[in-house]
């Protein structure tokens, strides 16, 4: 028996990124994994795009009895309050958190916030299809639950083996139009300023390991998809929907070389014209395989060079060097295909001279596009964050508050004047609230709490 019959899932509002959002990918698969089920409801609500009203009318009208929120962690203060929404409109409706923050942090969030019933962790289809069909909750891997008020984390859950067999994002139960087109060039005729920005990926997760991501934490490794079916889902988008701008959203979208040649093969032989971007790893790519991405309707490729400065890619562990970012940028710009550098600028322990050696490599490399924050934020579930715990810079505990991402200034051992001044101001500041303290209890705990500090701090200082 079916535990649930009327499912909303939701992109939370107000989490878009410089103005800008896309269709969220993850949701249409969900939606088009449960809808093998016909007797299932299921709604897709961009709330990102569409807003907070229109969600919450949608929600009135369809009542649902299973809300599926989905968040990163910027945005998962949005996607809590789409939970607390929830629960206040419709007390028995369950609520279900997947993506990226929940996967990882999912001790917290069910520990701190009742209104979350269940998280997915990782990889949602099936798990998410076990829950609405009504399976034992104990027998359903991937999942966490309460039982008595008590936290359950079941074990993990096998990933999908074949995604080809995954049925294609369910695009139908959106509106593509609300997404607006996200381009400022011409590509063989297409003017990207005026086609709506379609979305596909060909691979789930990555082969690197890179000490600012957290990739691997979901996805757990590299799968890839067949290039003919992918080029289905192109022809689908184009049949359908009349779509001539994709973009492929994978985290290394030519991790298997044969399938991506495979697919632009078969584009190129379907006679299919669409303006392609992608993104991926610089030792990833050869002449050959870029030749046939610029026959397919590859027009742009970026590429997360991070550093100009040698030591700092083996620091963060990018399994790159600078010939291999010269000899992509090369066979990219020979290829035809606009060359994209994705830097990072402020990461710990970087030198003057270092940021120097970035900017020089930038000037060398004389990228068509560059993208950059121009500073480094630190997210749970990867080695840095591990790093930043470890100096003292801040704990789970961060993620309680509102503030997105933790922007990072300084203070991983190495950058010994930042954390000199850290370390000034952790001084003034737990000198000062000890003082302050209202009864001797806090004040003794105060000063246990200091002394820890102190010596954490000295610690790093000296390592
Ligand atoms: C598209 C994208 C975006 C889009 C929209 C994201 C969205 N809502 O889908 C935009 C541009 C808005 C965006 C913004 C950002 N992004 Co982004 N983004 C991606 C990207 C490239 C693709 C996402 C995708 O479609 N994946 C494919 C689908 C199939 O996977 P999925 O979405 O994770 O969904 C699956 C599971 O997670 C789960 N699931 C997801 N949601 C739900 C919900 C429920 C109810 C259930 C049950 C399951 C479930 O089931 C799905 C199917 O298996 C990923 C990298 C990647 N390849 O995944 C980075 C990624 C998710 N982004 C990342 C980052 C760093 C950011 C930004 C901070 C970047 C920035 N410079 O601003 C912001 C933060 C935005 C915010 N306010 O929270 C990081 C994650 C960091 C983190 N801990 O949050 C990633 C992993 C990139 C990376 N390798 O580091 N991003
Ligand atoms: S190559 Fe990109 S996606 Fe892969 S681990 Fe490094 S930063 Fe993450």
Redesign the pocket.
Known sequence: MTRFTRIA???PP?????G????????L??AAYLRRDKKLKIKVIDA?RLGEKEMKNVFKEFRPDLV?????????Y?ALKVAAYTKKLYPHCKT??????P??MWGQVMTYYPQVDYI?R????E??WE?VQGKDLTKIKGLVWRKNKKVINNSDRVLIKDLNKIPFPAWDMIDPHIYPPLGKIKVNDIDLTKETRY?I?FS?G?MGCCT????WK??KGYRYRTGKNVADEVEMLVKNYHAKHIAF???TLTGNREEIISFCKEIVKRKLKVAFHG?TRVDKVDKELLLWMKKAGFYEIAYGIESGSPAMLIKINKRTDLQKIFTAAKLTKQAKIRFFALMMYGLPTETKQERAMSDRLVAKLNPDGIGT?GEV?I???TALYERAKNAGLLDDNFWLGKK??YVYRGGIGGDKFNRLLQLKDLLTFSVRSTFLQQTTEDFFARIDHLKTKVNKSFKTLIN
């Open positions: 899932l939701v992109n107000n989490v878009e990124q410089g800008y959002t896309p269709s969220p990918l993850g949701l698969y969900l990102a599926g929120i989905s968040s990163l962690t910027p945005g998962r949005e279900v958190l997947g993506g990226i923050h996967t990882i997915v990782g990889e949602g289809e798990t998410l829950l979305t990926i789930r990555c600012f991501c957290s990739s979901v996805w959203y994978d985290d993104t924050v934020w997210f749970p579930g997105p991402y």
